[in-house]
């Protein structure tokens, strides 16, 4: 056969007989390659080292850049030639070699030319990224790579998204047999061709001398390839090491050494990567087994995962090579120990390989396939030098190779099962390429597959180590998908055949030695073969299925009756298998294996339908001797004329003829065979599934042809084996369908109870909607065809036969011998009969596959049927969808036919029926369960709101075509009779215990429910009186045995006339009216006159009956009144006794206890059931360009809908800079929250010592608590705690927050200055010293009590009071026992060497945590206040009432605090005491601890303190900017582009409050030593609008958090005067006037103010005591990391993407929701000892919770000391649901209710401990959440 690859012009491609380095001088680059390649391993001691790789490398390039005005053809102008560049420079970076194509990209010039007509080809890696559009695809096999997709226009299709699972698939674009001519094939990089030209050859500039040169260095390199590894080992080989050192240098091993180099070492072992070990375990025993660095290990055992192998040891000493060798092998890794020369050649070649593949990848010329071509043509040639040379024999497949006209591809691809991971995926990548071509290089790759196919199938089934690197999954994917190429390779070289061989060989067990016999022989198949032991059959199932898919094979197959014999012949093999039979006497303990055959039956079926449907090309010669050819084996084996079936279990069908069923004096034969004894039965009959499918071709034959019927046709051409006694051929061709629906009918009706799991298992398998359309369907259709071909009567009394109701439709069918029957019991009797009469009812109904609907619709068919019974998401409607209704996009039907529910925070989307089409519906629709039947029924008769409904009008064919007779049989007589028998065997609903089957069932059983039958049989009166309605009319009157049974209109008028068929009685009055309308009056003269007089006398009744409705209304408002004096006088009555004893005062109660239920009350105390956590979810500002705008973006209203979604991953135009926001950033606190629930502190104790029992009796399980940490689960709300708050409240005499009194404006505070006076006096009356009042403080003004180290046994000054309320303070004391360790830990978090302050630390930190999860979330009432949760509130106020709890432990309830109370003012008035003035400054504190420790202290100066705390917070604010300002655009950076919010309202009047401020700050500053010495300066750099702005930001959330906890603990504001609240504007504003507040432009601005003195004091201060810039902290709404709108972008991004920890692709990539870092999932490399990366993380991040995105198994991780759980992703597809792991390919969206849910309910409400106590409570987990 000549190349399929055309000379390129320029007159290369001819290569001398004679290499030419033979002859040439050692300056020729051919000879300097040559003597490289074959004399280095031994100049190099068989160390393939990095400069041996340079050194080929130059070589290589050498060969071909041999000139330097060749080098512009390369793309390297300017650069040097190869013999001038240094080994190093040959290396590369990582010694990774240097690359043309990456140096061409690096340089731009890697852009051919765009070709039409050219396929992408790109081989995808394991788990690359994939799109399909089904709207465009000609199956589902046909992906894009991400770069097509991006590059072509698929808008409004159905695309989906999934990924590659093997490295063998490659991108179709630009293939036309790949997608459908719709206009969008190809892309902008590969445009389909717009010429009718068809010619390969492309014109090139590049000279011949260069393609010549190149050609003859590929055809060296293949040679030497091919050289190398016809020697190596099959992978059954490895690990097969030599028993001893003797054997070991025999030489007798294969190898390509001279027979005088053999077994004298060194040696070298080999590693190969597996898929049964994990890292850690390969690099310990690498790190024992050779005794290195643990570090070297896992990098060499990462090498061996990813490039296939690694050469672990090259060693003189075979003791050590084989002792490392051992030690690898002990764990059963694959190791091969060989010498060390022929590993070296090996990594030669590989090297070479790789050479390829790179230069394929680059253009020369400007021409990006010139070198694929160059290729092509090389592997399209015999090889050179053939032979074995100098080494040993070659084994006998490769010898046999030798002998036949094989090419360098045969060679290559025969060896290919001998390469490792790296070199087979380049090779991939080459086939790709090849294949991409042109038509020619198609069908010769296809033509080679073919040549190569049973050997590359043998190494599939007994050689691959991996089974998805095998060329069955690489070439097989391009050939089989096809068409024009299988059909060339099938013509030109018998794919077909081959492929058909292949498999019959391996499905009958004929291989030997690792070597299947072909051609086969003729054998029988059982179950028991060894290929049903696995899946690798159903590999070539795909083959043959792909094969006969195609419109070209179908045509070959259609004009070969030789092939499809052998086609039929293969599927006979699999008929009768696993022979069933039902057991009667005792129950089977061990039933058949049965689902090992059905693997195959689904790909089986439809392999008899595909290959059915390609007779529709066939002739009509053709196709009769095709269908004679099938129906010749299903008679033969039947018959037991064949060796099929097992002749011990079946036995041939006999014949017999029946006696007046259903038909009166007609005696028809069937088949003679009790199916409720049945012997032996099989679900797998594929010849007559075959058999149907080909039927259905008659409608492509004239009929009459030849001047027959169909009939005709049928009998003398089809039932030729015995043309005596056709009718005996047509019940053995029909047989099978019939026993099929009868069979599934018993087992339905539990009719094999002793075996009936298995049979159950395999009916409802068959029936499975996946593959029904190829089982049962088919089937169906047989029974529909037979009616065409054989006497209609004849087949419905086999039916008859085979349901076993003979008796019941002859004869008298009240007669109770009817239902006598020792193997069938009457109720199940009475399930066949409705089997049979809704089989009879969708005979004549279902015309789907008579008719020939198309697919759209049998779509729409489906999707109204489906969709009738309720609302369904898309995957649920999916699941009942068949399979050819999914093979292409059906959005469209399904908008059409349905209402869309879209998706909420916890609801998912979902499609209703349009109520409309309700009417479109069958409720006996033949894929209906009974109970789908009555819930159909129901909603249409409420829709309609009509009384029965009518049968849809028969769709039956017209008189053209060939299946015409299909329903003459519901207007004949076989209808009319089984109607009539049927109604019979209904008359016992008038009387249930006369029913005749009463005698025959057990004694506690009732009459079965006959309502079903009535129903169908009426349904099918009515389908045979639509078809004729004056046949039905007519027969419905006759009395077939008149002395047994009534006729149909007689059972009609007596059902009429019985109240019990009142249900059915429209339906009844239908059938009766249209039969009385339709006969002459005179048949019905009695039935008329007797319902006139019934309907005279029935409305005479109701006239009668029917009372007054003005005395029946007044009746009921009599009865009315009565009750209600009743009522009125019994409570009237109550008030009569007065009651002599005085009730005791009831104690007051804080609510039940959980565990008790009884009162929580302050003799029995108890508290909240809380847990405290260690949180850093505040965020401090980030000193960078892009957070500054930021914060500039903050909205003005934090109360109102202001929060907008940005997306992300450069997605959006946003800076990606602030996707996350930088962990380093935030502030470590402890977090406190509450499920509401309280217990006793008694009942806790308890409580928890069952938990911590639980835990030692379940030591297996991994629990939702951790009783070390003092954690347990709400019993109610299984919420995790760890401490309670106290609810009782201080007993030391408190002043009210709010006074009931004032000075001033009735709901107004008082003045600042008023308060500033009161508390002056009131110190100077009661402090006397004035140190005093910083006596139990610190430096800083914090009080000591309150510090987590302060132990109130020791340093209570009242210890008699702590132990009156000891059970409060043991509460205290497990609270302060958790916040110790916190405190110690989270010192250098923290940033501070003292002990954590409850105040600052834990209450300021709670609630400044409540106040950032309502950011952007709208109020409910006038502040922030009212949006926080009243759990939180009552927290709150239970955690200062906690600190008041603690200052009653450590003083006592009668210590006098007012020198606390004049110590907390004397802090914000430094000049006060100057002598006893703090060292501390103010502005070095938090204002609103502040706040807290006068909520705390001295209720009553709350609102003062809040306005001078909002001032101090306010001066701080100034200070940060300051700094802030000068980092962020003293460098001039310039902001990166983003997206504007939406228009903010408030704006105007946000910024109004700091109009004018920048003079004010100036001034400030100025005078009190700010910052800078340039303050100016740094407030030049940003506007008024800015400085304003970020002021406004900076200082509102002090606002809320101020008014959360004055409302929490006063439960109002401080201002209640409506003429001083600002009900409008921005939320300053209205916070300011809440909180009775001066606005600070008015204030500060008034040197005579109170204020302004008390802030420049504060700064004075601070100047002088430490200038340290206080911390801002960031004011926007709080964020996750920001993710893409479509999941596919983020996966996208990932892809390829490196750990920064180890340097690694992660085989489980990870992104930290919180800060955004890329981290490794559970993996090996970055884990310290057995806690993984995402924990590690965690620690620095969150701290001790952990949010993470599983990005390959698209899932959320939640972590939480040492627990975890899963989550969803806030995504959802375009139907509206979430796609676990991606398993629907759909594309994803973000749904952002369910993002906001996420970053609210579960992030910033802490609840992740919760969410993961609750999911490890459902579970029995067995742990491991620390290696994540």
Request: net charge negative.
């Given at each position: ?262 077994g004298k070492g060194p040696w070298s072992v080999v590693l190969w990567s597996d898929d049964k070990h994990v890292a850690r375990e390969v690099t310990r025993q690498l790190r024992d087994a050779l005794n290195v660095p643990w570090e070297t290990a896992e990098k060499w055992a990462r090498e061996a995962d990813e490039v296939g192998r690694k050469v672990v040891l090259t060693t003189p000493s075979p003791v050590l090579a084989f002792h490392t060798a051992s030690m690898l092998q002990q764990i059963d890794l694959g190791v091969t120990l060989r010498s060390a020369y022929d590993i070296f050649r090996e990594e030669l070649a590989g090297l070479l390989i790789s050479w390829l593949a790179d230069m394929g990848q680059s253009t020369i010329g400007g021409d990006g396939d010139l070198f694929s071509r160059i290729l092509a043509k090389a592997m399209y040639e015999p090889r050179q030098n053939s032979g074995v040379g100098a080494g040993t024999p070659l084994s006998d497949d490769l010898q046999e190779l030798e002998r036949r006209p094989a090419k360098r591809i045969d060679w290559i691809m025969q060896l290919d099962v001998k390469m490792w991971k790296k070199t087979k995926f380049e090779w991939r990548q080459m086939y790709a390429w090849l294949y991409g071509l042109n038509w020619e290089t198609q069908r010769e790759l296809a033509a080679r597959f073919t040549f190569n196919y049973i050997r590359l199938f043998e190494h599939f089934l007994f050689q691959e180590r991996e089974i998805d690197t095998n060329l069955m999954y690489c070439i097989a994917y391009m050939v089989f998908g096809n068409g024009p190429a299988c059909a060339w390779a099938t013509t030109h070289q018998n794919l077909f055949d081959t492929v058909l061989d292949v498999a019959y060989a391996w499905f009958t067990n004929q291989a030997a030695s690792n070597r299947l016999v072909i051609p086969p022989e003729k054998a029988r198949l059982t179950e028991d073969m060894p290929a049903f032991r696995g899946k690798k059959g159903l590999t070539v199932f795909g083959h043959i299925r792909s094969l006969v898919r195609h419109e070209a094979m179908q045509r070959i197959i259609a004009d070969s009756p030789e092939k499809f014999s ?1263």
């Amino acid at each position: 056969m000549s190349s399929p690859v055309r000379p390129i012009p320029g007159g290369y491609g001819s290569r001398p007989s004679q290499p030419r380095h033979a002859s040439a001088p050692p300056t020729d680059p051919h000879r300097i390659l040559h003597d490289l390649l074959q004399h280095s391993p031994y100049h190099r001691g068989g160390r393939c080292s990095p400069s041996l790789k340079a050194s080929a490398l130059r070589a290589l390039f050498a060969s071909i850049f041999q000139a330097e005005d060749w080098l512009p053809y390369f793309g390297l102008e300017g650069e040097k030639m190869p013999g001038e560049r240094g080994l190093g420079e040959w290396l590369g970076p990582e010694e990774a070699g240097w690359k043309l194509s990456e140096h061409q990209k690096a340089k731009g010039r890697d852009k051919g030319k765009v070709k039409e007509g050219r396929m992408c080809g790109r081989t995808l890696k394991r788990f690359d990224r994939t799109y399909t559009c089904k709207t465009c695809a000609m199956d589902p096999s046909c992906i894009l790579c991400v770069d097509c997709f991006r590059a072509s226009d698929h808008k409004g299709h159905e695309i989906l998204f999934g990924q590659s699972f093997t490295f063998s698939a490659a991108c179709d674009c630009g293939d036309a047999s790949a997608w459908k001519d719709n206009g969008h094939l190809g892309c902008s990089r590969h445009p389909p061709s717009t010429s009718k030209s068809t010619s390969s050859t492309d014109p090139t500039d590049v000279p011949p001398q260069i393609l010549q040169a190149i050609f003859e260095t590929v055809c060296m390199v293949l040679d030497f390839i091919i050289s190398v590894f016809q020697h190596s080992l099959l992978p059954s080989e490895f690990s097969r090491l030599p028993r001893d050192e003797v054997e070991m240098r025999s030489g007798e091993a294969s190898t390509a050494e001279p027979s005088e180099r053999r077994g004298k070492g060194p040696w070298s072992v080999v590693l190969w990567s597996d898929d049964k070990h994990v890292a850690r375990e390969v690099t310990r025993q690498l790190r024992d087994a050779l005794n290195v660095p643990w570090e070297t290990a896992e990098k060499w055992a990462r090498e061996a995962d990813e490039v296939g192998r690694k050469v672990v040891l090259t060693t003189p000493s075979p003791v050590l090579a084989f002792h490392t060798a051992s030690m690898l092998q002990q764990i059963d890794l694959g190791v091969t120990l060989r010498s060390a020369y022929d590993i070296f050649r090996e990594e030669l070649a590989g090297l070479l390989i790789s050479w390829l593949a790179d230069m394929g990848q680059s253009t020369i010329g400007g021409d990006g396939d010139l070198f694929s071509r160059i290729l092509a043509k090389a592997m399209y040639e015999p090889r050179q030098n053939s032979g074995v040379g100098a080494g040993t024999p070659l084994s006998d497949d490769l010898q046999e190779l030798e002998r036949r006209p094989a090419k360098r591809i045969d060679w290559i691809m025969q060896l290919d099962v001998k390469m490792w991971k790296k070199t087979k995926f380049e090779w991939r990548q080459m086939y790709a390429w090849l294949y991409g071509l042109n038509w020619e290089t198609q069908r010769e790759l296809a033509a080679r597959f073919t040549f190569n196919y049973i050997r590359l199938f043998e190494h599939f089934l007994f050689q691959e180590r991996e089974i998805d690197t095998n060329l069955m999954y690489c070439i097989a994917y391009m050939v089989f998908g096809n068409g024009p190429a299988c059909a060339w390779a099938t013509t030109h070289q018998n794919l077909f055949d081959t492929v058909l061989d292949v498999a019959y060989a391996w499905f009958t067990n004929q291989a030997a030695s690792n070597r299947l016999v072909i051609p086969p022989e003729k054998a029988r198949l059982t179950e028991d073969m060894p290929a049903f032991r696995g899946k690798k059959g159903l590999t070539v199932f795909g083959h043959i299925r792909s094969l006969v898919r195609h419109e070209a094979m179908q045509r070959i197959i259609a004009d070969s009756p030789e092939k499809f014999s052998r086609a039929a012949a293969f599927l006979n093999l699999f008929v009768g298998l696993q022979t069933q039979k039902r057991e009667l006497d005792q129950h089977i303990e061990f039933e058949v294996e049965w689902t090992k055959t059905f693997t195959f039956l689904g790909e089986l079926a439809k392999t008899a339908r595909e290959l059915g449907e390609s007779l529709r090309f066939a002739s009509p010669e053709n196709l009769l001797v095709a269908l004679s050819q099938v129906a010749e084996r299903i008679y033969d084996d039947f018959m037991l004329k064949s060796d099929t079936l097992d002749k011990e279990k079946y036995k041939a069908l006999e014949f017999t003829s029946t006696q007046s069923i259903l038909i009166p004096d007609q005696s028809p034969e069937i088949v003679d065979l009790y199916t409720a004894q049945i012997k032996a039965f099989s679900f797998h009959h594929y010849l007559h599934l075959l058999f149907a499918e080909c039927v259905k071709t008659f409608r492509s034959l004239p009929v009459p042809y030849r001047g027959l019927s169909l009939r005709e046709l049928f009998d003398k051409f089809v039932c030729n084996r015995i043309p005596d006694q056709t009718d005996h051929v047509k019940l053995v061709l029909f047989e099978a369908p019939m026993e099929k629906h009868v069979v599934l009918s018993s087992i339905k009706a539990d009719m094999w109870r002793k075996n009936g799991i298995g049979m159950r298992g395999q009916m409802h398998h068959y029936r499975d909607v996946g593959i029904r359309e190829a089982t049962i369907d088919q089937e169906f259709w047989a029974l529909q065809f037979a009616l065409c071909v054989m006497d209609p009567t004849q087949l419905f009394v086999s039916l008859i036969d085979r349901f076993e109701l003979s008796h019941l439709f002859s004869g008298d069918v009240l007669d109770p011998e009817n239902w006598s029957n020792e193997f069938i019991e009457p109720r199940q009797r009475l399930m066949l009969y409705e089997d049979f009469m809704l089989l009879a009812l969708n005979l004549a109904t279902d015309m789907s596959t008579v008719n020939a609907w198309p697919r759209e619709r049998i779509s729409r068919h489906h999707l109204i049927h489906q969709l009738a019974l309720g609302t369904y998401t898309y995957s649920e409607l999916t699941k009942r969808l068949p399979e050819r209704v999914l093979e292409t996009s059906f959005l469209d039907i399904l908008s059409e036919v349905s209402d869309y529910r879209a998706p909420t925070e916890t609801v998912v989307g979902a499609y209703s029926l349009k109520p409309e089409l309700l009417t479109e519906v069958d409720p006996f629709w033949r894929h209906y369960t009974r109970n789908d039947m009555r819930n159909v029924t129901e909603k249409i008769l409420a829709r309609t709101q009509a009384k029965f409904i009518l049968p849809h009008a028969l769709d039956l064919p017209g008189p053209d075509s060939p299946f015409h007779a299909v329903g003459d049989w519901i207007k004949s007589s076989i209808a009319h009779n089984i109607v009539m028998f049927s109604l019979s065997s209904c008359v016992p609903i008038v009387d249930p215990n006369e029913w005749p089957g009463s005698i025959y069932q057990r004694e506690e059983e009732s009459m079965p429910q006959l309502d079903l039958l009535l129903d169908l049989t009426l349904q099918l009166a009515m389908v045979s009186f639509q078809a004729d309605p004056h046949a039905f009319a007519h027969a419905s009157i006759v009395i077939l045995l008149k002395d047994c049974n009534m006729s149909t209109f007689q059972n009609l008028w007596f059902m009429q006339n019985h109240e019990q068929f009142e249900p059915w009685l429209p339906k009844i009055n239908w059938l009766i009216e249209q039969i009385v309308a339709i006969l002459p009056p005179e048949f019905t003269q009695d039935y008329r006159t007797e319902r006139a007089e019934f309907l005279e006398e029935r409305a005479t009744e109701e006239q009668e009956s029917k009372p007054d409705p003005k005395e029946a209304a007044a009746a009921r408002q009599r009865k009315i009144m009565a009750e209600f004096a009743k009522k009125q006088a019994a409570f009237a009555s109550s008030f009569d006794e007065e009651d002599e004893e005085v009730d005791e005062e009831e104690e007051e109660t804080y609510g039940s206890c959980i565990v008790c239920q009884d009162d929580v009350t302050q003799k029995n105390t108890g508290g909240m059931l809380t847990l405290i956590q260690p949180s850093r979810i505040m965020r401090e500002v980030v000193h960078d360009r892009d957070w500054f705008e930021e914060s500039l973006l903050a909205p003005s209203c934090l109360d109102q809908a202001t929060r907008y979604h940005r997306f992300g991953q450069g997605t959006s135009g946003e800076p990606s800079s602030t996707d996350g926001y930088p962990a380093a950033h935030n502030r470590f606190g402890v977090y406190v929250s509450a499920c509401s629930h309280l217990m006793h502190e008694g009942c806790l104790n308890k409580y928890f010592e069952a938990t911590r029992y639980r835990h030692t009796q379940q030591v297996q399980r991994h629990h939702p608590e951790n009783a070390v940490r003092c954690e347990y689960l709400c019993p109610l709300c299984k919420s995790l705690g760890n401490v309670l708050v106290p609810l009782d409240s201080t007993r030391a005499q408190l002043r009210p927050y709010i006074p009931l009194k004032t000075r001033g404006p009735p709901g107004r505070p008082p003045s600042l200055s008023t308060k500033i006076r009161d508390v002056s006096s009131e110190g100077l009356l009661k402090v006397r010293d004035s140190a005093k009042i910083w006596e139990h403080h610190v430096e800083t003004g914090e009080l000591s009590p309150w510090f987590s180290d302060t132990n109130f046994t020791a340093t209570s000054l009242d210890p008699g009071y702590r132990r009156t309320i000891r059970l409060s303070a043991r509460m205290i004391e497990r609270f302060r026992f958790l916040i110790r360790p916190l405190s110690e830990q989270s010192q250098r978090i923290r940033g501070k060497k003292t002990n954590m302050y409850v105040p600052d630390d834990v209450v300021s930190y709670t609630v400044s945590a409540c106040e950032v999860a309502q950011r952007g979330i709208p109020s409910l009432g006038q502040t922030v206040a009212e949006q926080v949760p009243d759990v939180s509130m009552k927290l709150i106020k239970k955690l200062i009432g906690m600190l008041q709890l603690e200052l009653d432990i450590y003083f006592g309830p009668n210590y006098d605090r007012t020198a606390l109370r004049v110590g907390m003012f004397a802090r914000f008035l430094p000049d006060w005491y100057r002598a006893s003035t703090l060292p501390s400054p103010l502005l070095l504190r938090q204002p609103l601890v502040l706040v807290i420790e006068a909520a705390a202290i001295a209720p009553d100066l709350l609102q003062s303190v809040i306005v001078m705390s909002f001032y101090a917070e306010l001066t701080r604010t100034m200070l940060g900017l300051s700094m802030w300002v000068r980092r962020c655009l003293g460098g001039r950076q310039v902001a990166q582009p983003r997206t504007s919010p939406p228009a903010d309202a408030y704006l105007a009047d946000a910024l109004s409050l700091f109009k004018g401020f920048r003079p004010i700050m100036q001034t400030l500053l100025r005078n009190n030593a700010g910052p800078f010495t340039d303050t100016d300066g740094v407030l030049s750099l940003v506007s008024d609008e800015m400085l304003a702005k970020l002021l406004y930001s900076h200082t509102l959330p002090f606002l809320r958090r101020a008014a959360i906890v004055f409302y929490a603990m006063a439960g109002a504001y401080p201002v209640s005067d409506p003429d001083a609240i600002v009900n409008e504007g921005c939320e300053y504003r209205r916070l300011l006037s809440l909180l009775g507040i001066t606005p600070p432009s008015e204030a500060l601005s008034n040197p005579q103010s109170t204020e302004t003195p008390i802030v420049s004091r504060w700064l004075t201060q601070w100047a002088l005591q430490g200038r340290i810039v206080p911390p801002l902290e960031y004011p926007g709404t709080y964020e996750l990391v920001r993710l893409p709108e479509k999941w596919e972008d983020l996966m996208i991004r990932y892809t390829d993407q490196k750990c920064d920890q180890c340097g690694t692709k992660p085989t489980y990539p990870a992104l930290c929701l919180y800060c955004g870092q890329f981290v490794c999932l559970a993996g090996d490399c970055c884990s310290e000892g057995e806690l993984g990366e995402c924990n590690i993380h965690m620690r620095d991040c969150g701290t001790g919770t952990g949010m993470f995105v599983d990005i390959k198994r698209w899932l959320l991780i939640y972590l939480y000391a040492g627990s975890g759980s899963f989550g969803h992703m806030p995504y959802l597809d375009t139907h509206g649901e979430l796609d676990l792991s991606m398993r629907r390919m759909h594309r994803q969206y973000m749904h952002l209710g369910r993002m906001d849910e996420l970053r609210k309910a579960t992030w910033l409400q802490h609840t992740i401990p919760h969410l993961t106590a609750r999911k490890l409570e459902l579970t029995s987990d067995g742990g491991g959440w620390g290696t994540f």
